[in-house]
């Protein structure tokens, strides 16, 4: 069975910095893309930053040159490190995995978030 498992959320000072991390264990059979999407109260889950199996990165327009995704294969981790924090990134951020099956089918694998709160 994949499990997720995010950690690293917590209180920050507007300006500030966290790092989140993510460990994906269990078998899974062809990972296409790791990466962070958050959900703030209110408003619909959204991209934060994703990282393909090939080291191709893409961040929502909002983080760029703020936050930078990274990963390590083996195990498989991924990493967010968040720079010059801001009111608005407060919310939830879940890990997610896309995959493949043996049948070519996508497959994606959720954690269960970890919470970032910004206060000014």
């Known amino acids: 069975q994949v499990q997720l498992v995010e950690s690293g959320g917590g209180l920050v000072q507007a300006g500030g910095s966290l790092r989140l991390s993510c460990v994906a264990s269990?078998?899974?059979?062809?990972?296409?893309?790791m990466g962070w999407y958050r959900q703030a109260p209110g408003i619909q889950r959204e991209l934060v930053a994703i990282?393909?199996?090939?080291?191709?990165?893409n961040y929502a327009d909002s983080v760029k040159g703020r936050f930078t995704i990274s990963r390590d294969n083996a195990p498989n981790k991924v990493y967010l490190q968040m720079n010059s924090l801001k009111l608005e990134d407060t919310g939830f951020y879940y890990c997610?995995?896309?995959?493949?099956?043996?049948?070519?089918?996508?497959?994606?694998?959720w954690g269960k978030g970890t919470l970032v709160t910004v206060s000014s």
């Open positions: 997610n995995v896309e995959s493949r099956d043996s049948g070519w089918e996508r497959v994606d694998y």
């Open positions: 269990g078998t899974i059979f062809s990972i296409n893309s």
């Open positions: 990282i393909t199996s090939s080291g191709s990165t």
